[in-house]
């Protein structure tokens, strides 16, 4: 009986640390259910609601984790009007926790208005960070992380599609897009097309999951690669496409090319491009790229 009033104590002790008056932003997990952090659950558990994307399949999460606070439905289609209904309930006293299918919300999902909202009535926005596709993939893309550009899902019509590529051609940061399984190959072809089929990208499908597959490749391997494997076209994708590079207008010298050669067989390119720019003087940008196109095998 003791250990049950303690129990009992920890409870109510924790309910007092969530905070009332409070939009809790959740993040669930992408794929292995490992990665549902403690956090996560226990904020599920105390708030007085939760708003899901699609209740049937937040269900089924919230079931495994033995978590019954009731949900109520919240997707693009009913956002602004549930979004009202949430905050009137925020304004007398209660927490409401925000989740999406999978991930961190509002990063391709909805929820943006609802948050937006939240800061504007002074309601306090409360993050409970864990699994996102986008930082996962971005991770071990062996791309560039120190400047980047989420794009999300481009359109869905061709000529949309190639017209934001077009917008996106020069963009010095690494590139981050998310893409469905039907339109994955198309996409590929318009990003080698648009981009160029001598870009590096990674393509990172079904993170987290048992057919978890990441491959980094030039856009035009990358390309005939999916569109030669049906099984490449399916399942949740994320490609990362390695940003726009100045041509180089002349040649390196001889040393230089020396130099970086020796340090890209030690060191990853990126690292050895900044060394070797310490080492010769020349520019980082010009010698990471000269690596990636000629001496990254």
């Given at each position: ?104 919300p509002l990063l391709s999902d909805p929820g943006f208005h609802l948050v937006r909202e939240a800061h504007q009535r002074g309601l306090k ?113 994320v490609v990362i496409v390695q940003g726009w590079q100045a041509p180089v207008s002349e040649e390196l010298d001889a040393d230089v090319i ?40």
């Amino acid at each position: 009986m003791q250990g049950i009033a303690r129990l009992i104590v920890v409870i109510q002790d924790y309910n007092v640390l969530l905070e009332k008056n409070t939009l809790y932003v959740v993040a669930t997990p992408i794929g292995n259910l490992g990665d549902m952090s403690q956090r996560a659950q226990d904020v599920l558990s105390a708030v007085d609601v939760i708003a899901a994307e699609d209740t049937r399949h937040s269900g089924k999460l919230l079931q495994h984790f033995g978590i019954t606070t009731p949900c109520i439905a919240f997707h693009e289609h009913n956002e602004r009007q549930v979004s009202e209904f949430i905050l009137n309930r925020i304004e007398k006293g209660e927490r409401v926790a925000l989740i999406s299918d999978a991930g961190t919300p509002l990063l391709s999902d909805p929820g943006f208005h609802l948050v937006r909202e939240a800061h504007q009535r002074g309601l306090k926005v409360v993050p409970v960070p864990g699994a996102s596709a986008l930082l996962a993939a971005l991770s071990v893309a062996g791309l560039p992380t120190d400047c980047f550009k989420f794009v999300g899902f481009l359109p869905s019509k061709s000529a949309a599609r190639q017209q934001q590529l077009q917008a996106l051609q020069q963009e010095n940061c690494t590139l981050v897009f998310y893409e469905s399984p039907h339109r994955i190959a198309d996409s590929l072809s318009d990003m080698a097309s648009i981009l160029g089929e001598q870009r590096i990208a990674t393509v990172a499908r079904e993170l987290t999951k048992t057919f978890e597959t990441i491959k980094q490749e030039k856009l035009a391997t990358l390309r005939d690669w999916v569109k030669a494997d049906e099984n490449q076209q399916r399942g949740e994708l994320v490609v990362i496409v390695q940003g726009w590079q100045a041509p180089v207008s002349e040649e390196l010298d001889a040393d230089v090319i020396r130099i970086l050669t020796l340090l890209v067989a030690e060191l990853p390119v990126k690292q050895a491009a900044k060394l070797a720019a310490e080492i010769t003087g020349e520019k980082k940008n010009r010698l990471y790229q000269y690596a990636l196109e000629n001496l990254k095998n």
